[in-house]
Structure formats: C-alpha cells, structure tokens
C-alpha cells in the first residue's frame, strides 16, 4: 500500500484536483493553505445557492461540522446529496461530535443518510459518532483509543465506509482491513487545525485513490511526514504552523514512501 | 499579585481550561493558536442550537463583537445567561463600540444585561461603552486615555465588574483597585488580532483565578511580555506573528513575575 | 504614471485611510493584516444593521465575493449603495464568477447597478463577469488572457469602471487606457488570498489616489514587488505568506518607483 501513498501525492501535483470545502471559520484559511500547499486546488462555498453546482466542478466534498449553524447543515445535505449523485468521494470530520447533541445529531445524520468514503475523527469523535449512529447507542464505554479503534471497525463495517482515528497512532479501517500510523509529531496538537487539514488532504487523495482505506492512510501519512518534518530544531507554535506548510509544500513522494511508518496492517475481524 | 500572575499562568497550563469563544471571523484563527499556546484550551461555536451546551462544558465564557450579525447576537445572550447560570467568568470585547450603532447596543445590552466578570476594549470602545451604558449618556469629552480610564473606573463600579482599558499602556480597575501595565510592544497594533488575543487569555485566566482584576492584569502583564520579547530582533510584521505565538507557548511563569511593569496599583477614588 | 505609485503609498502611510472590507471567512484574517502592512486600517463588517455606518467612516469599500450567501449579497447592495452616494470609491473582487450562476449574477449585478471604480480577477473570472454583464453574453471564446485583456476593456468602457486582470502579467484598462504589469512572483499563486489581498490594496490606494487606473496599477505594482521580494532565498510556502507581509510592511515608496516593472502603456482602441 505504500507505493500508492507515493503515486498518488504525485497525482495530486499532477492534476491539481479541485476540492470543495464546507467547513469551519477557525480554519478555512490554513485548510486552504494546506491544500494549496499539498498540490490541490481548494475552494470554500456553503450556501445552498451554490453548493451543488460547486459539487460539479469539484473531484471531492469535505464536509466539517466544527462552526455549525443551520443554513450550513441544510448546505452540508445538498452537497452530500449532490456528491453522491455525482459520484465523488465525501470525507466527513465530525468536530466536536459529543460535546453537543447538535454536533452529534448533524454528524450522525450526514453518516447514515449519504455515502460518505471516509469518516476522520479523534477517538472522542468516532466514539460519539459510532454512539450516535448505532441502534443500539450501545458504546458506553471508557473513552480510550482501543474503544475507539473497536467502534471504527463495527461502524465502518455497518456504514461501508472508511473510519479514521487520528491520535499519537492514526487508525484506518474499511471494518475488514485496518492501518495504524506511526507519522505525526505531538506538535500537530499544539496548532488549531491540523485534524480539519488533516480531513481536507484525505479528501484530495480521495480524488485521485479510488480506494478510500488506501487514500485515507496515504493522507494521514503524508500529512503526519510533513507535521515530524517540519518539527525538527524544535520551533516555536507559530513558527511550526508556517514549518508545516513548508514541508507539506515540499515534500516529495519517494520521501513518504521512505519515512512512512505503518505499524500494522492486515485484516481483522470484528 | 504579581505572584498570582505567574501561579495563574502555570494553572492554566496544568489544567487547560476549555475557553467557549464567540468571536469574530477574522481573528478565530489566531484567537484559537494563542489559546492553545499559553495552554487552555479554545472552542468556537456560535449558533442557539449549541451555545447553552458548550457553556456547560468550558471554564469561561469570550464574548467579541467584532463581526456581528443578528444570529449571533441572539447566541451571545443565551450563551451569557448560561455562563451567568453556571457562574463561570465572562469576558466582554466590545470591538468597534462607539463606530456604529449596532455595535455600541450589543455591546451596551451585553454589559448591562449580564453579569460580565471583565471588560477589555480600547480607549475609544471603552469610552463609547460607558456613554453607551451610563444613564446619563454623559461621555462626550475628547477622546484621551485620561478618559477613557475615568469612563473605566465609573464603569467598573456601576456593573460591578473590570473593565481593561489596552493601549500603549493598560490600565485595569474594579472601580475601587486600578493597576496600570506598562508590557507590550507597539508591534502589537502592527496586526490584526492582538486585542482579541487579550480578551481570549483574559479568559483563560478567569478560569483559574477568581478575582477578574487579577485575571485581567495578569493576561495583560503575560501577553504583554510575549508581545515585548517576540518584537526583539525587530522582526516584520508577518513574522511578528508567528513569533508572538511562540512567545506565549514557551512563556515561562517566572519569566511574567520578572518582567511584569505595574506602574501604578492601588486603591483609587471615584 | 510611476510617480504616483511612490506618492500613493507614502500617502496610505501618512492617511491610514479606513477600509471597509465584505470579504470571503478565507481570508479576512490575511487581508487585514495585509491592509495593516500596508498602512491602511481594515474594518471588515457584512450586516445589514451596519455596514451603511462603516460605509460612513470609510475611504474605500471593498466587495469580495468568495463565501457568498444571501444575507451577505444584500449587505453588499447596501453598502455600495451607501458608498456611491457618500462618493467613495468601491473595488469589486468577483471571486469564482464564472464557477456558478450565483457567483456571476451577483457580481454582474454589482457590476451593473453600482459605480464600481476597480473590478479586480483574474482571466476567467474576468471573462465570466464581462459575458454577464454584457447584453450580448457573447463571450463564449476560449478562456486566454488575450480574450481576458478585450473582454476587460470592454467591459471597463461599458460599465465606466476600470478592470484590472492579474496573472503572470497585471493587465489594468479604464476602456481608453491600458497598463500591463510584470511585477510579482508565481509563489503569490501558491497560498490563498493573494488576489484578495490585491483588491484590498487597491481600495487603500483608491481611498488616495483619484484616479482609479493610477489608483489599481499602482496597488498591483506595490503589492508585486512585495510579493517579489519575498520570494527571494525561496521560501515555503507557509514561511512566504509570513514573508509577503512583512515586505507589504517595509516596502519603501522609492523602492516602488525602483521596481516598477510597466511593460506596455497608453492608449488602446477597442
């Protein structure tokens, strides 16, 4: 799986595939800049006047429910809708699902009512939004990273989708195959944004990886190369921020290849 | 209270206290990394449909004006009577009072309405709000510092709470105790979002102190010297920005107890 | 023509002339710090209760159209309405015209019902805003900058406005005049806001200079050495966007005037 990680960073430069973004006002800017900076051609729309229409210009759909409000979740279901009919790759970032009965709700519905490739939350996230779209809201658990790999998997499996939990390890599963990753630097947390850029490259590697497991785990570490890259000699937060643009700007696909650290691998059963 | 400043600064970084934001488009971003880098934790979120839950969840309520539009308005209130309720600490930035009508009424109704722990705007935004929430609508003197500080103290007594008046100098009353600060740099006004930064860290330390004046000063005197250090080697004023995140992030507690500049503290007459 | 440049920005450096900003969440963070560094004061405000007030305050009102939604475009008409009769100068930035009808109307009726002194984009969005102004809607040729440059002067001749086009080369026509600019750097493509920015700028040098195509070509000229400077010692891309500002904030007015590249001027027939 590795060498698609390569081939497909080098199919993003090559094609600059747009991405269309309907996400949060904290991180629009670095979002874009990420996905300039990665080789895709962003773009931010919301209103229900456009949204479809941007949908057809574009080779994904990100949806992040980070700043909700109403007119937003109306635009979110025209655009899933629109995707879906138009058959092109949805990545969801459910943020904050679990800290608020809105955020859970309008995460949980987007996840069961359309056909979205990849789901990329931390564990909090993913468990919540595993709770919320369960029948049984059966996960009731501790919040700890397993649980959160195992509620992936069982929700992956019964949404035919691709989970993604990201953490100190990201966890990538289809509910069959699961990937850890070991890239990342614990100062990717110390930034805003970095999950939400992290949702937005996996919704640009969707648009040129038919395999949603195969792109999510090339996203996340792509991403993760560039974040332990642009944290050597130790800078400062807001020195990193602009590092990480750097690095993701410049990173070369045999070096993702070479530095990517995928600590397991294979199919488990649920 | 010098000592409470650098004890503040290391209780914010042992507990991260969640900061609900309800701030203007442009400064989210920045408002969200000087959050994360002096060690509380930010979270936006605007809309009625959330706002009472994310009280519920956060150490401390920031209110900033900066780009309104009737919905939030609307959220701004329920958000400060769920603070009130729950009695977390509110902090109230009345970016751009006194340059419309809009502004100077929520502003106005905001500080009237409810129990606000901390008022920090500058002169001309201080001076509008106490015209604005005085009986007598009385203020209409030139604008000076001299001013607005007495707008400040008259202010401060009839709501019974702080209002931070920044400027080249700061200067924080409860209306009976008034401490003026002499941290900072005039790199600060180069870029956008430092006075909302403020409002933001004065949020993060009403969550680990109780008394809004030492909170109030404390956030100055702290972000003031990251502001102070981060201008030396005279930096451009894009690098400036980056270079004031760092600050906060490796700011030291000792470091605020050495280079605080209170010029004047004490107990002051009306 | 080239003197004025220098003259222009020593002018926004002594003025700090107040600029109204209805602009796209992407950027406002980018394009205040923007108009900071370049000496002007930003204020970005988008509702209905208040943008006719900051209209009243300003020198220039600047109207993008990048996140686009109802409220938004009818706070636009407002404001330009209110800037038209206060006989301050409007910039319009067409973002994404031409990507959906509703970008394209509402530009073109910006366009057309408003005295707009510069639109500002780049060929596609130019050509998309010309065929949609036009009666004859007869712009369907292929999408050149050749096409980009006719359709502008014909758009600037009928609408009485000035049309600048940036890319590779700035092309800024008022229908009779025409300038072209060699100035910039393909880095400015590479992060998002640079051409929002421009437009931002132009309304500063606008808010001085009475002359729109002066006012337009030198804001492209200014911003272009910025954006050339820069990029010398090939930055990233996360360390050029801290490096544009800090050349917007240290660029000296003489420096214009030095680096000024005008490659073709004067009058062209339609």
């Known amino acids: 799986m590795i060498n698609t990680f390569a081939n497909d960073l080098a199919e993003i430069r090559r094609r600059n595939p747009l991405v269309h973004n309907i996400t949060n006002y904290v991180v629009m800017n670095f979002t874009a ?67 608020t009965r809105y955020r859970t709700e309008t995460a949980g519905k987007l996840a069961l009512e359309h056909r979205i490739s990849v789901i990329r939350g931390n564990a909090s996230e993913i468990l919540a939004l595993a709770g919320g779209t369960s029948a049984t809201k059966g996960v009731d658990s501790v919040n700890t990273v397993e649980d959160a790999r195992t509620a992936a998997m069982e929700m992956a499996g019964r949404l035919s989708c691709v989970v993604a939990v990201t953490g100190a390890v990201d966890f990538v599963t289809d509910g069959k195959r699961s990937v850890a990753i070991a890239n990342g630097s614990p100062m990717m947390r110390r930034i805003t944004g970095t999950g939400c850029a992290a949702s937005a490259i996996t919704g640009a590697f969707c648009a040129v990886q038919p395999d949603p497991l195969a792109a999510a785990a090339g996203a996340l570490v792509a991403f993760g190369i560039a974040g332990e890259i642009a944290a050597e000699g130790n800078p400062g937060v807001g020195t990193y921020a602009a590092m990480l643009l750097n690095r993701l700007g410049d990173l070369e696909p045999e070096m993702v290849t070479k530095r990517a650290r995928i600590i397991e691998s294979g199919f488990r059963k649920l």
């Open 33 to 99: 800049n990420a996905l300039l900076a990665i080789g895709a051609s962003p773009i931010m729309a919301h209103s229900v006047e456009e949204v479809e229409e941007i949908v057809g210009l574009s080779s994904a759909l990100v949806i992040n429910i980070g700043t909700l409000s109403p007119p937003w979740v109306t635009a979110m279901a025209l655009a899933a809708a629109a995707a879906e009919k138009k058959r092109i790759p949805i990545v969801l970032d459910p943020v904050g699902a679990g800290a």
